[in-house]
């Protein structure tokens, strides 16, 4: 399971903090997993043995260090570069899937048997995915139980154990401690209370993100809250706030960004107003997709600093993050509406579908009112008030075609998608090319080698920085990024010149035209003769 346990000795003895997360490290003396940079003395190394995820140390029989908190390490970034059946799985157990729909709905998500699928996850990560999800939920009980005053029966149905005696087993085998135990380690000074142990309200978790160093929060942030849609969205400063719909209900989270000059372990402090506790696992995972918390930073400046001319840009601002998704489908609807016209134009659109066919909030936050349609709510807005859809027939249709395959099942955007099976059915839909589905796959699936090479700031910056800006020349340099051009894109996308695609606004992006915003077209292409193919092109502007 782990392929140099000699590298990852030397990883721990040195306390890097890189590798939290990777892998784990049990202590056959004490009985305890740490994460590697740990602050206790390193074992002897004929005392250790290592695992690659907290799951298998648990099954292996280890209980967390209360020390380091191993279960809190940023997840292992192999599974958000990966498109593999394991890879996919884990995103989707990451999303809460086992704790919805057991084991059996993760196997037929992936189309394969529950025995397959037990026999290539534990090959790969140790042990199966009920142990993965039984982990995942212990965490989100200590959560609860270290920043909310719910009763210990809350908690273990929120955080998706099945009754309060598994809860508390499961919580004296990984923590060594009961849950009241837990609680009481904490200082009731430093716990945030909910102020409210009524079952059916709004709760209100507060909790840090962690992830690995470099990391700017500025980047993502900022390109979040410039695009923000009215009504789901707002941004001040380096706080970011949207709504989101989770399976059980729905949650407002407000994400605010650590210094990035701090000494320290890296983090987000996250607030998450939750409708139904059961949901926390999910939103904590969606926030942490959407702000690619996930990434190694190091492992992709080392395969960037070779380039001679991509090297010096990255190395110049390491912490960069691509942006994602908390839901695939808004993000593909913004892709559309975003075809050709500006950043404020597709932010005002985009509001007005909002109001118009979105889901009001019984507790609006400030701004926050809303939660984005669902394919169901734009389908039937289309049919009975067609004036609202204020855009070209074409991309009209391509919105209700998106909205009508999502429904039926026949697009699936979420953790669990493959990129290329998602490219190749979005491209199937009128109206939609290669350039949003690639811009879906990189934002909604977190695919780390997505490259849109006819972009026109991606051949605006590249030109700028030596490199070829005909696309299928650009194409052809980044083969030596590989696996990591979703993040050469998001260095090049910050470039000034990138920038000025378009002149700026006071929002800090271009104000395109239909004539300045698209990228010339392959001549292979179709032409306005079909225009329900034809790829529509250019910096998408949601």
């Known amino acids: 399971?782990?392929?140099?346990?000699?590298?990852?000795?030397?990883?721990?003895?040195?306390?890097?903090?890189?590798?939290?997360?990777v892998f784990f490290i049990g202590v056959r003396t004490t009985g305890i997993y740490c994460r590697p940079s740990c602050p206790a003395r390193t074992p002897k190394r004929e005392n250790v043995r290592f695992y690659p995820s907290a799951a298998a140390a648990q099954q292996a029989g280890f209980r967390a260090c209360l020390r380091c908190r191993p279960d809190a390490t940023p997840g292992s970034p192999e599974w958000n570069l990966r498109a593999d059946t394991v890879a996919r799985a884990m995103r989707l157990i990451r999303d809460g899937i086992v704790d919805r729909e057991?084991?059996?709905?993760?196997?037929?998500?992936?189309?394969?048997?529950?025995?397959?699928?037990?026999?290539?996850?534990?090959?790969?990560?140790g042990t199966g995915p009920l142990a993965i999800a039984r982990a995942q939920r212990s965490q989100t009980a200590r959560i609860l139980l270290e920043t909310t005053d719910l009763p210990i029966t809350h908690v273990a149905f929120a955080a998706g154990f099945s009754s309060v005696r598994q809860c508390n087993e499961t919580v004296r085998q990984i923590f060594a401690d009961t849950p009241s135990g837990l609680r009481a380690r904490v200082a009731a000074a430093a716990r945030r209370r909910?102020?409210?142990?009524?079952?059916?309200?709004?709760?209100?978790?507060?909790?840090?993100?962690?992830?690995?160093?470099?990391?700017?929060?500025?980047?993502?942030?900022?390109?979040?809250?410039?695009?923000a849609v009215p009504g789901i969205e707002e941004a001040e400063g380096l706080t970011y706030r949207r709504s989101i719909r989770l399976p059980h209900g729905h949650a407002v989270v407000a994400l605010t960004g650590s210094d990035p000059a701090a000494d320290g372990p890296a983090f987000v402090e996250a607030e998450l107003r939750l409708s139904d506790l059961r949901d926390l696992t999910t939103a904590v995972s969606r926030c942490r997709q959407l702000l690619d918390l996930d990434a190694d930073p190091v492992a992709i400046l080392e395969a960037f600093r070779p380039d001679p001319l991509l090297g010096a840009l990255v190395q110049a601002d390491p912490g960069r993050r691509v942006p994602g998704a908390v839901d695939g489908f808004e993000l593909a609807v913004r892709a559309v509406i975003g075809q050709q016209v500006s950043v404020v134009g597709a932010r005002t659109i985009a509001g007005r579908l909002v109001r118009a066919a979105g889901e009001p909030l019984a507790e609006p936050a400030g701004g926050i009112t809303h939660l984005f349609p669902t394919p169901g709510a734009l389908i039937a807005l289309a049919d009975d008030d067609p004036a609202v859809f204020s855009m070209p027939t074409g991309r009209r249709r391509a919105l209700v075609a998106l909205a009508e395959a999502t429904e039926s099942g026949a697009v699936l955007i979420d953790p669990g998608a493959d990129p290329a099976e998602l490219r190749a059915a979005l491209v199937r839909l009128p109206g939609i090319g290669p350039w949003t589905a690639e811009y879906v796959a990189l934002r909604a699936l977190r695919d780390p080698d997505a490259f849109m090479p006819t972009d026109l700031g991606i051949r605006r910056a590249a030109r700028a920085l030596g490199l070829p800006d005909d696309p299928a020349l650009l194409l052809a340099r980044t083969e030596g990024w590989r696996p990591w051009r979703s993040y050469a894109m998001v260095h090049l996308w910050g470039m000034p010149d990138a920038q000025k695609a378009a002149a700026p606004?006071?929002?800090?992006?271009?104000?395109?035209?239909?004539?300045?915003?698209?990228?010339?077209?392959?001549?292979?292409?179709?032409?306005?003769?079909?225009?329900?193919?034809?790829?529509?092109?250019?910096?998408?502007?949601?």
């Open 102 to 125: 057991g084991v059996e709905g993760l196997a037929l998500r992936l189309g394969y048997s529950v025995r397959q699928l037990n026999r290539v996850v534990t090959a790969e990560v």
């Open 505 to 542: 606004t006071a929002l800090g992006t271009r104000p395109s035209t239909a004539a300045t915003s698209q990228n010339t077209l392959s001549k292979k292409q179709p032409t306005e003769k079909q225009p329900s193919k034809k790829p529509l092109k250019g910096r998408d502007a949601a």
């Open 194 to 227: 909910s102020g409210t142990r009524d079952e059916g309200a709004t709760q209100v978790i507060a909790l840090r993100l962690p992830c690995r160093r470099p990391f700017d929060p500025r980047s993502v942030l900022g390109f979040l809250g410039t695009r």
């Open 1 to 21: 399971m782990i392929e140099d346990p000699e590298r990852c000795y030397q990883a721990a003895h040195s306390k890097d903090a890189r590798f939290d997360g």
